[in-house]
């Protein structure tokens, strides 16, 4: 009889957890949905993965997510190539503090890196919208913040899915990241940026931040998360 009692104890202690958690509300839902196809190479994609690491653990960042009316927002990292390569990196996380960033940082150090064929933007939307409907949190804004270095070259048109998902209420805002280099032999794509606004980022207040290269990843990380967390707007396309 002792252990049953402290047996249904423990489940009810669960049950309540699981609905406190369920009924706490977040000022953002914010999903990064981060390009790893094989155009990105070893050391530009160590460059990639830093650059969130810095920009999250930022204090302009950290100040701006405690900035909201409930101060914490739920974060979820996606990484993604072709249709077949859709990965949750770290699902769902109360970033509630700075302490709270840094193990977000911490387990996204950690996480391994792979790399995969093709670019995929249009599939990589819908996974990362299928992430707000797995979520234990509520909010008002639900945001898919996507960076890449291509446009989609396997799976449905972006522009299909982006407008099914801004019809849905979903906000998706753009990090094309511009290579003045070759691409598998290819020339450089010169206008990714026009790309991006005219057929990724869509949504009210919906904007984009260009790199101009790895290099500065983390500064565009960094300027886009205050933005679109403390709802600053801005108008066209911003290069950093």
């Known amino acids: 009889m002792m252990r049953r009692s402290a047996l249904l104890g423990s489940l009810a202690a669960m049950a309540t957890a699981r609905s406190v958690r369920a009924e706490t509300p977040v000022d953002l839902h914010l999903v990064l949905a981060v390009d790893v196809s094989r155009s990105i190479d070893e050391v530009e994609a160590?460059?990639?993965?830093?650059?969130?690491?810095?920009?999250?653990?930022?204090?302009?960042?950290?100040?701006?997510?405690?900035?909201?009316?409930?101060?914490?927002?739920?974060?979820?990292?996606?990484?993604?190539?072709?249709?077949?390569?859709?990965?949750?990196?770290?699902?769902?996380?109360?970033?509630?503090?700075?302490?709270?960033?840094?193990?977000?940082?911490?387990?996204?150090?950690?996480?391994?890196?792979?790399?995969?064929?093709?670019?995929?933007?249009?599939?990589?939307?819908?996974?990362?919208?299928?992430?707000?409907?797995?979520?234990?949190?509520?909010?008002?804004?639900?945001?898919?913040?996507?960076?890449?270095?291509?446009?989609?070259n396997d799976g449905p048109p972006a522009e299909l899915i982006r407008d099914r998902l801004v019809a849905q209420g979903i906000v998706i805002n753009g990090l094309p990241v511009m290579m003045n280099r070759t691409n598998f032999g290819r020339p450089p794509d010169l206008t990714l940026d026009k790309y991006y606004e005219e057929n990724v980022i869509g949504g009210p207040g919906s904007f984009m931040i260009v790199a101009d290269n790895f290099d500065h990843f983390s500064r565009a990380v960094r300027t886009k998360l205050v933005r679109e967390i403390s709802l600053n707007k801005i108008t066209g396309p911003v290069s950093v």
């Open 46 to 152: 160590e460059l990639q993965r830093r650059g969130y690491i810095e920009a999250l653990t930022n204090d302009r960042v950290i100040d701006a997510i405690l900035s909201g009316e409930h101060r914490r927002i739920a974060l979820c990292y996606t990484e993604w190539a072709g249709t077949q390569y859709q990965v949750i990196v770290i699902d769902w996380t109360l970033v509630d503090s700075a302490a709270a960033v840094r193990r977000f940082a911490d387990k996204l150090a950690e996480a391994p890196r792979l790399s995969q064929s093709w670019t995929a933007v249009g599939a990589a939307l819908t996974h990362a919208a299928q992430r707000f409907e797995a979520s234990s949190f509520t909010s008002k804004r639900h945001v898919i913040d996507i960076s890449g270095d291509g446009r989609t």
